[in-house]
């Protein structure tokens, strides 16, 4: 088990403190506590002392991962497949009429639509509670979307 | 009848009755990592519970600090009424489902050689 320094503090011993940055980033802040808390007493008490310094943020890298995975892996997916889908329809559009010129129209009316696709499939509902990571998710899968959209 | 519970959730609801009152984030993940016997993310607990907690399974409030967590909360959870009864549903549904067969199932093979 860690031992304090003489001082009482454990402040000597902490994870990189980007990845709890990252952290707090991606939780919301009453949940960012409890959940920082939980990995830094595991961090304290359990792994560093067992592992060392190096392969015990290693092991909080890890961790922040898992959170970042399950805050991302939805809108992220879901982000690929439209944008995917939209590019196998943009080529068979294109072997059907190549010289025909894209419609401004057509094109606002299938982002609209892939939009609205997109917020259905990974807004939280019933089954999937909002949360601060939810919040966090949905820039980064818009960018997504839009990105292979 | 309740909404019907996963395996993990099972898991993680299960644990929080093992621990009682010392059912907080860090208790419940260690304790699922040793009744399933494998690393086990502290994401997926914490997914895990948000989620009971929305259907209505479990509450939680927020503990003091510790030194060693620099002072952070402890957020504990309690199983409410909801749960249990869906507990109790899933340990009837598998036991329906076992019932009449012989526990370890035989004569057949497990790998497909």
Do not use: C
Not at chain 1, 100 to 108: K, V
Not at chain 2, 79 to 105: F, I, T, Y
């Amino acid at each position: 088990m860690t031992m304090p320094s003489v001082d009482g503090s454990f402040d000597s011993v902490r994870p990189p403190r980007w990845a709890e940055a990252a952290l707090r980033l991606l939780l919301r802040p009453d949940v960012a506590e409890t959940v920082s808390g939980d990995l830094l007493e595991e961090y304290r008490e359990v792994v560093q002392p067992l592992r060392g310094t190096w392969r015990a943020d290693v092991w909080f890298v890890r961790q922040v991962g898992g959170f970042v995975w399950q805050a991302t892996w939805l809108p992220v997916t879901v982000g690929l497949l439209l944008g995917a889908g939209l590019g196998v329809l943009n080529l068979f559009e294109t072997a059907r009429h190549p010289l025909e010129e894209d419609d401004a129209g057509a094109l606002l009316l299938w982002v609209i639509v892939v939009s609205g696709v997109w917020s259905a499939a990974v807004t939280p509902g019933r089954a999937r509670p909002r949360s601060g990571a939810s919040d966090a998710a949905s820039p980064m899968g818009s960018v997504t979307r839009v990105g292979f959209a | 009848m309740a909404d019907s519970l996963g395996a993990f959730e099972q898991a993680v609801l299960l644990s929080m009755v093992r621990l009682g009152d010392e059912a907080y984030g860090r208790a419940i993940l260690k304790e699922v990592q040793a009744r399933l016997d494998r690393d086990v993310a502290a994401g997926a607990v914490h997914a895990t519970l948000e989620r009971l907690q929305n259907k209505g399974f479990v509450a939680s409030r927020l503990g003091s600090g510790t030194p060693v967590r620099g002072g952070r909360a402890r957020r504990f959870y309690r199983l409410l009424p909801a749960g249990l009864r869906a507990l109790n549903e899933a340990r009837a549904a598998v036991d329906s489902l076992w019932h009449g067969l012989r526990w370890p199932l035989k004569g057949l093979r497990y790998d497909h050689a």
